[in-house]
């Protein structure tokens, strides 16, 4: 893709009306289409054992706002579980008996990155089940097995998220179950879409951010030079996004978590690869410097866009998981009387 895009960028140069228009739609097609995965081996082989990973499995499906359908896994302790290494080792760590589960703290919800899938987020699940949580994991539009055409980095993500809440909170209901208290952890565009969605979702009680972006032409820009030519005119670039809000319905220019991060209160745990060559860490310090409720900062120093996790290891999701736990209750979420679930 990158190499059909910097043919079409020295083509626009030459002949600026064909030349132009095939670098812009190519471009923006990149930018709101993410590439599609497959699920991979070690996926398959959690939803195929989901016991011996020290989880209980079960699909459900969110009807968004727009009509599109969107896919998701509730995610709770195994009755039995199995050889279960990382819940067993986070138990450990956080000082519970593996055999004596906690009562339960509450419902996390966990949103995957760009080109990422709900079950990139079940190795991130498999340590906060040891601390009594239920997770909730789903595919972002567009992509794994939801609908929808465009990723729209915020607008419509964040939507899609309340939605995604409501669901969860009217699946409890109807079993007579508590959410009890109700946190998110996102990567990347997944944290992008949590830090954006906190200004109208009181009902959060901490959030962990993981390499999320200030704002999207900041990081469009920085890819562009990255990854096409580090020369590439800043208004091609903007010529891209102009192209792609036009055709996805959205204003790429307004999408900033680093405004929304200055208008809640909402506790917030930055986590950053200090080797980000993706989305680099200077957008994480100045979103932190933004935040005006609780917060904390952790830096993985040998820690890039797509491991800042593994390096980070036990003792980071222990961090998270206790971050969380120490947040106070946010008030009691209720169901919201919108009409009926979804089916």
């Given at each position: 893709?990158?190499?059909?895009?910097?043919?079409?960028?020295?083509?626009?140069?030459?002949?600026?009306?064909?030349?132009?228009?095939?670098?812009?739609?190519?471009?923006?097609?990149?930018?709101?289409?993410?590439?599609?995965?497959?699920?991979?081996?070690?996926?398959?082989?959690?939803?195929?054992?989901?016991?011996?990973?020290?989880l209980?499995?079960?699909?459900?499906?969110?009807?968004?706002?727009?009509?599109?359908?969107?896919?998701?896994?509730?995610?709770?302790?195994?009755?039995?579980?199995?050889?279960?290494e990382?819940?067993?080792?986070?138990?450990?760590?956080?000082?519970?008996?593996?055999?004596?589960?906690p009562?339960?703290?509450?419902?996390?919800?966990?949103?995957?990155?760009?080109?990422?899938?709900?079950?990139?987020m079940?190795?991130?699940?498999?340590?906060?089940?040891?601390?009594?949580?239920?997770?909730?994991?789903?595919?972002?539009?567009?992509?794994?097995?939801?609908?929808?055409?465009?990723?729209?980095?915020?607008?419509a993500?964040?939507?899609?998220?309340?939605?995604?809440?409501?669901?969860?909170?009217?699946?409890?209901?109807?079993?007579?179950?508590?959410?009890?208290?109700l946190?998110?952890?996102?990567?990347?565009?997944?944290?992008?879409?949590?830090?954006?969605?906190?200004?109208?979702?009181?009902?959060?009680?901490?959030?962990?951010?993981?390499?999320?972006?200030?704002?999207?032409?900041?990081?469009?820009?920085?890819?562009?030079?990255?990854?096409?030519?580090?020369?590439?005119?800043?208004?091609?670039?903007?010529g891209?996004?102009?192209?792609?809000?036009?055709?996805?319905?959205?204003?790429?220019?307004?999408?900033?978590?680093?405004?929304?991060?200055?208008?809640?209160?909402?506790?917030?745990?930055?986590?950053?690869?200090?080797l980000?060559e993706?989305?680099?860490?200077?957008?994480?310090?100045?979103?932190?410097?933004?935040?005006?409720?609780?917060?904390?900062?952790?830096?993985?120093?040998?820690?890039?866009?797509?491991?800042?996790?593994?390096?980070?290891?036990?003792?980071?999701?222990?961090?998270?998981?206790?971050?969380?736990?120490?947040?106070?209750?946010?008030?009691?979420?209720?169901?919201?009387?919108?009409?009926?679930?979804?089916?």
């Amino acid at each position: 893709m990158y190499r059909r895009l910097r043919s079409l960028l020295l083509l626009a140069t030459g002949i600026p009306a064909t030349g132009l228009a095939g670098f812009l739609w190519i471009s923006s097609s990149f930018l709101i289409t993410p590439k599609h995965r497959d699920l991979e081996p070690r996926h398959r082989e959690v939803m195929e054992r989901p016991a011996e990973f020290g989880l209980q499995l079960e699909p459900f499906r969110v009807n968004a706002t727009d009509g599109i359908e969107l896919a998701a896994l509730l995610a709770t302790p195994a009755s039995v579980p199995g050889k279960a290494e990382k819940t067993r080792r986070m138990a450990k760590l956080l000082g519970i008996e593996p055999e004596s589960p906690p009562a339960l703290a509450g419902t996390v919800f966990l949103l995957h990155g760009r080109s990422g899938l709900k079950e990139d987020m079940l190795a991130v699940a498999e340590r906060f089940v040891a601390a009594g949580y239920r997770c909730v994991v789903y595919d972002a539009r567009c992509h794994g097995e939801s609908g929808g055409e465009c990723c729209t980095f915020g607008q419509a993500e964040t939507v899609d998220f309340r939605s995604v809440l409501d669901r969860t909170l009217h699946l409890l209901q109807q079993r007579g179950e508590k959410p009890g208290q109700l946190c998110a952890v996102g990567i990347s565009l997944g944290a992008s879409v949590l830090l954006q969605s906190l200004p109208d979702e009181p009902r959060l009680s901490a959030i962990v951010a993981v390499a999320p972006f200030a704002t999207l032409p900041e990081v469009v820009n920085h890819s562009a030079r990255r990854n096409l030519h580090s020369h590439i005119p800043l208004w091609l670039i903007a010529g891209t996004m102009h192209t792609s809000g036009y055709r996805a319905g959205f204003d790429p220019f307004r999408i900033s978590p680093l405004l929304a991060t200055g208008r809640t209160n909402c506790p917030i745990f930055f986590v950053h690869g200090a080797l980000d060559e993706v989305i680099p860490v200077d957008h994480t310090h100045r979103l932190h410097a933004a935040a005006t409720g609780p917060k904390k900062l952790r830096i993985i120093p040998n820690g890039n866009h797509g491991n800042v996790l593994a390096r980070g290891g036990d003792a980071l999701y222990r961090e998270m998981i206790e971050f969380c736990l120490a947040a106070s209750p946010a008030p009691d979420p209720g169901v919201p009387d919108d009409g009926p679930p979804s089916p």
